[in-house]
């Protein structure tokens, strides 16, 4: 287990690298800079248009005027500032300072809350909350439902449940977002249209969206799985001992088909953080997608830099634990 380990984060570190050096030119290609507006004209810093002797000076602060790999390895390792101080990069876990936010730390925006507020209400926070809501509801519904369709297949039951959740996977995001406001906000009066975040009711609405097509996948995954378990030859060998149906089911078929649900189910939570993105833009959510839109927008590149790194390690760290709980529930896993 302690070479596989190795050998996983040795692939991890060559991805983030990868994914570092992508994002990082991907940014620079793009016409403009952080104090350029959208149609590449100069931005007013506090309402006030600067010259081109403060915007040097901006530029040489924020090391905008290097060249590109001296500001890549600026931000990665680190470099001599000013004060000929060493400032460790991103692999100290400095994420750098928000040039669309007066020069603060990337990290302090992202995981500090506002004052006299516990750290749930910080961007991270809200996101972490968002996903973990949505994670309960994929996992707490989803497996319950695709076990009772396999049991039931062909029913009522089963059907209605197929055609809900394909019926509801297959609508637009942003299409199936406008519906819940309409249901909730217009026809229910359960929420206002302009959602106050800190009312915890205010949720349901981002988090039934952001689970909806996860859950349907989850139902459509379980159902296949117990199906398949049910139709090997060691359930008829346990039901021909004697053993009753629920008994079959609970010591048979579904520790079988744990290994293909868990193996939608253990990378979700990073799957669900990615996809928070739309969801965050579509409703105002106050955590790391909004962020995100508004920097691109803005061409914060620190801000950029620094939550794509948090996404790619949450990504490759969550595909390490998976492959990590595959070789200890299936034996054959270790011989690979």
Known sequence: MLTFVIQRLGRILFILASVEVLVFLLMHAVPGGPWDTPGNQVRALGNVFVDDKTLAQRNTYYGLDLPLWRQFTRYLIGDYREEQKFVCGVICGNLGPSTRQAGRSVQDILFNPPEGQSAWNSHFGYTVRLVTFAFMTVAVLGIPLGVISALWAKSRFDQSVSTLFTTLASIPVFVLGLLEIL?????????????????????????????????????????????????????????????????????????????SILTFLLPLFAELLAASFIIEGIFGFPGFGREYWESIGTRDYAMIMGITSIYACGFTFANLILDAVHRLIDPRMRTH
């Not at 975040?197 to 909806?212: C, T």
């Not at 349907?216 to 004697?242: F, P, Q, V």
Request: hydrophobic share 55%; net charge positive.
């Open 183 to 259: 249901i909730f906000a217009s026809w229910l009066n359960w929420v206002n249209v302009l959602p106050d975040w800190s009312q915890p009711k205010y949720w349901i609405i981002a988090i039934l969206l952001l689970a909806v097509i996860p859950l349907a996948n989850m139902i459509r995954l379980t159902r296949a799985a117990m199906l398949n378990s049910m139709s090997g030859d060691y359930i008829r060998t346990a039901r021909a001992k004697g053993l009753t149906r629920s008994q079959t089911v609970w010591l048979h078929v579904l520790p079988n088909a744990l290994v």
